[in-house]
Every structure is written in structure tokens, then in C-alpha cells.
């Protein structure tokens, strides 16, 4: 597969992600339509591994890594099927573009990295206080509305967490068999969770849309997605990766506001262009400033020489 493609596809599966989990538990339980998801997912492929004669390991250090990604599978997507019943499409992806922060503090305390920058704390600063702003008009004690943005924040902390711990993990193996791997850990937890939740069908009560929107979720949200995300990961640098989580709201919202008639008010607006700002600032602050100052440092050598 292209680089550009698989960049592509994950670019737009991550923007229409959000919808899709919001118009696949519209009919059909939550914990029942990821849990449908997992095994679409599945089933696909294996068929594919099969196919195309790919090892799944199978040892140690495999479990190692599937399990980490099985963290990050089944806390993100659980948590998130869980917001989606109080919360827009387009703030799930705002709060989500968070997850690159968190798990900079997340590896600064598993993985000892080096410490976050000044510049990188205040960006920190900036995005949080967008979040609030974003808050600020959609929390509403009676309408319960806090939970959705308890359970996306816990959604947000699982991915993170796992993409932190995955780091740890030194093993190169196929990405569709990391994929199937992860998914395959991860689907008992999905299955114990409905029965707990909910155990029951009711296929009879499905509509149409929420049928439609799981399948396209298990082919493209989970087996393509996954796929072409640590396809991704191997083969571009994290601050091309990094991109995708500044684009991805932008879109998110605007498919949100189109297709499935969210509101954009004035307090999403500002509170998501600050979280953009902040994001930036984040990921590329650090090279403009020193670009300045080599600019700076630069001109006063050759004023000097004049």
C-alpha cells in the first residue's frame, strides 16, 4: 500500500469515526454495536491473513504487545461508544486530538523520556483552556451531560496509556498482524462487557443507519484503520503522524454540522480553534522559535561583518 493512501485513509476513517459510532448506537446498544464491530473486524481479517499467508505470532512478547494495544482498543472505543450517547461528533474528535499531550506526560512518567519544555507546557496550557471553553457551554448537570465527557476523557487516557506502553514493546511483526492480534485480545473484554451491560439483541429494533454505520466501523474503523495507522507509524515521521489529529477535528465538525445537524455554537468555535492553537504550538513551537533565533543570531553575524 502507497504511504500516501494509507495516510489518507486514516486521516478520513479518523474524522468520520466519531459520526459513525454516534449513528451506530442510535438503534443498537453500545456496548453491542462495538462489540459487532470487533467481530466484523475480526472475521475479515482473518480471512485476509489467511489469504495473504501472514504469521500471527504468537510468544511472549507478541502478547506483550497485543495486550498494550488491547488497552488502548477496548478503553478507547468502550469509553467512546459510552460518550457518544451525550456528546456531538465534533467535540469527541476535539477532545481526542488531546491524546497526543497526555501521552507525552504519560511516557515522561513510564518511560522516563525527557522532560516536557517550557514551550510545550504552556502550549499544554493553551489546549486545556480551549477544551474548557468548549465545555463550558455543553456541561449540564441535569442532562447528564458531564458523563459523556468523563467517559471521552477516559477514552482519550486508555489510547494514550496504550500507545505509551506499545512504545516499550521492541518487536517488528506485520501491522495487519498487530491489528488482528490486538482485536483478538481485546474482543472478550467487548463480549463481557454487552453481557454485563446489556446481553440482550432485539435485532428488531436495529435501523438501517446504525446497521450500516457498525459495518462500515468494523471494516473501516477497526480493520483498515488499524492497519494503515501502524502502516503509518513505521514509515513516516511522528511529526508528519501528528498532522492527523489537527485535521481531524476540523473535519469531524464540519461532518457533524452537514450530516448529522449539530449545532456549531460560538463557545464550540472559539474553544476549538484555541485547542488547534494550542496543538500547534505543541508539536511545532519548539522549531519556530529556535528557527527564529537562528534566523536572529544569523542576521547580527552578518551586521556585524558590515
Not at 155 to 178: D, R, W
Not at 289 to 303: P, Q, V
Request: glycine share 8%; hydrophobic share 55%.
Amino acid at each position: 500500500m502507497p504511504v500516501i493512501i494509507a495516510y489518507l485513509a486514516v486521516l478520513l476513517i479518523w474524522s468520520t469515526t466519531p459520526l459513525g459510532i454516534i449513528w451506530s448506537s442510535e438503534s443498537i446498544p453500545p456496548s453491542l454495536a462495538v462489540l459487532l464491530r470487533m467481530i466484523i473486524a475480526i472475521i475479515l481479517g482473518g480471512i485476509i491473513i489467511k489469504i495473504k499467508h501472514i504469521t500471527i505470532p504468537w510468544h511472549g512478547m507478541a502478547f506483550k504487545l497485543y495486550s498494550y494495544s488491547a488497552l488502548g482498543i477496548f478503553g478507547g472505543m468502550m469509553c467512546s461508544y459510552l460518550a457518544a450517547s451525550y456528546l456531538s461528533s465534533g467535540i469527541m474528535s476535539l477532545v481526542f486530538g488531546l491524546s497526543p499531550i497526555l501521552s507525552a506526560i504519560l511516557a515522561r512518567k513510564i518511560l522516563k523520556e525527557a522532560k516536557i519544555s517550557a514551550i510545550k507546557q504552556v502550549a499544554m496550557i493553551i489546549a486545556l483552556l480551549g477544551l474548557a471553553i468548549v465545555c463550558s457551554e455543553n456541561i449540564t448537570i441535569e442532562g447528564n451531560s458531564y458523563l459523556g465527557y468523563i467517559f471521552i476523557l477516559l477514552a482519550v487516557f486508555f489510547f494514550s496509556l496504550s500507545g505509551v506502553l506499545v512504545k516499550s514493546v521492541s518487536l517488528a511483526i506485520h501491522p495487519l498482524a498487530t491489528t488482528i492480534g490486538s482485536l483478538t485480545f481485546s474482543l472478550p473484554l467487548f463480549l463481557m462487557t454487552w453481557l454485563v451491560l446489556d446481553g440482550s439483541l432485539n435485532i428488531e429494533q436495529w435501523q438501517s443507519k446504525s446497521v450500516w454505520a457498525t459495518l462500515y466501523l468494523g471494516v473501516f474503523g477497526s480493520l483498515i484503520g488499524f492497519y494503515a495507522y501502524f502502516y503509518v507509524l513505521q514509515k513516516l515521521t511522528a511529526s508528519t503522524v501528528t498532522l492527523i489529529t489537527l485535521v481531524t477535528p476540523v473535519i469531524a465538525i464540519t461532518l457533524g454540522i452537514f450530516l448529522n445537524n449539530e449545532v456549531l455554537s460560538a463557545s464550540l468555535l472559539y474553544g476549538a480553534l484555541i485547542i488547534l492553537l494550542g496543538l500547534t504550538c505543541y508539536h511545532w513551537g519548539e522549531n519556530v522559535i529556535a528557527h527564529l533565533k537562528n534566523k536572529h543570531s544569523t542576521r547580527k553575524k552578518i551586521n556585524k561583518r558590515c
